[in-house]
């Protein structure tokens, strides 16, 4: 073999070379040689959770079992980019394969509402949905379910990124039998929500009622909702009126009760005991009789 042929033949040997590292490269960073690309699936940066129980049993959950058409508190966060505000779905049909919701036909959306500030990054916010307002009045006997989630969007009220993962809500009627959950002899052998019967020796669950302006629990604890009343043996978050605040508190025009600077009446608590200090202070605000 002469120089010539030599040198030609190392030539194509390190164009073969050039080609083959090329290729590999090409497929290193998941794309084909024909210039289509493998991205990888988009995830939503969008979160909500629905609270179970209030206090400090309170509870946040990607899933919630109902025996009463109630209204639920939910609470959202995101780190999606441009989000101003959002809307909130209620449907009758699970998300889809990847776990995040697909457009809804308009025909399986149960009820929607708009979110007009978005939480800052890091930070949560919450929002009610009345249950009542669209489930049946009487529980049913077979469970029926309702997926609620979140789709972010920007000042011009278009989407951005993904909605985020639904929360499940499970409506059914109660079977209103004791639940068991194994022997107990104190409150800590019982799951969160329940609390033993020592008379039994069997955890049960918590039932709650109002007193008032207190919430009281069959498990003898009790929480005081003031400046708010109770209500179906909840505290109240919002008022509509100055009945639905606890005295001396009165509704203000954005339906939170507050203590207006010229009643000097308060409550403190203090290891579970209400004390009540009333200076004298006499007729009603002018503001009670414009609520009412």
């Given at each position: 073999?002469n120089a010539k042929q030599?040198?030609s033949a190392?030539?194509l040997t390190l164009?073969?070379?050039s080609l083959l590292l ?13 210039g ?14 629905v609270?179970?129980f209030?206090k ?7 899933s919630?079992?109902?025996t009463?058409?109630?209204?639920l508190?939910?609470r959202?966060m995101t780190?999606?980019?441009?989000v101003?505000l ?8 699970p998300a889809?394969s990847s776990?995040v919701?697909?457009?809804v ?12 500030k978005?939480?800052?990054k890091?930070?949560?916010?919450t929002?009610?949905?009345?249950f009542?307002?669209?489930?049946p009045?009487?529980?049913p006997q ?5 997926w ?8 011009l ?12 809500i ?8 004791p639940?068991?959950?194994?022997e107990?002899f104190k409150?800590?052998?019982?799951y969160t929500?329940y ?16 007193d008032a302006q ?6 003898g604890?009790?929480f005081?909702c003031?400046p708010?009343t ?6 109240l978050?919002t008022c509509a009126?100055?009945?639905?605040c606890a005295p001396?508190?009165?509704?203000n025009q954005?339906?939170?009760c ?8 308060y409550?403190?608590v203090r290891?579970g005991?209400a004390e009540?200090?009333q ?14």
């Amino acid at each position: 073999m002469n120089a010539k042929q030599m040198f030609s033949a190392s030539f194509l040997t390190l164009i073969a070379i050039s080609l083959l590292l090329s290729v590999q490269s090409v497929w290193s960073q998941d794309k084909s040689p024909q210039g289509g690309s493998t991205s990888p699936p988009l995830v939503t940066k969008t979160k909500l959770e629905v609270q179970e129980f209030s206090k400090e049993f309170e509870q946040w959950r990607k899933s919630l079992t109902i025996t009463t058409p109630e209204r639920l508190t939910f609470r959202w966060m995101t780190d999606q980019a441009n989000v101003a505000l959002a809307t909130w779905n209620v449907t009758n049909k699970p998300a889809s394969s990847s776990g995040v919701p697909a457009a809804v036909p308009a025909s399986k959306v149960i009820r929607s509402g708009n979110l007009r500030k978005a939480p800052a990054k890091g930070h949560v916010a919450t929002f009610d949905i009345d249950f009542a307002q669209f489930a049946p009045k009487k529980p049913p006997q077979t469970p029926r379910t309702y997926w609620v989630f979140i789709t972010p969007k920007n000042m011009l009220g278009q989407t951005v990124g993904k909605s985020s993962v639904p929360v499940k809500i499970v409506y059914h009627a109660s079977n209103a039998q004791p639940i068991k959950l194994g022997e107990c002899f104190k409150n800590s052998d019982c799951y969160t929500g329940y609390f033993c019967n020592l008379n039994l020796n069997e955890c049960r669950v918590i039932a709650y009622q109002c007193d008032a302006q207190f919430v009281r629990g069959s498990d003898g604890s009790k929480f005081d909702c003031t400046p708010y009343t109770c209500q179906a043996g909840q505290c109240l978050k919002t008022c509509a009126s100055v009945d639905c605040c606890a005295p001396p508190a009165v509704c203000n025009q954005e339906g939170k009760c507050v203590y207006l600077p010229d009643q000097r009446e308060y409550r403190t608590v203090r290891a579970g005991r209400a004390e009540e200090h009333q200076p004298q202070v006499s007729g009603r605000h002018p503001f009670c009789a414009l609520i009412r």
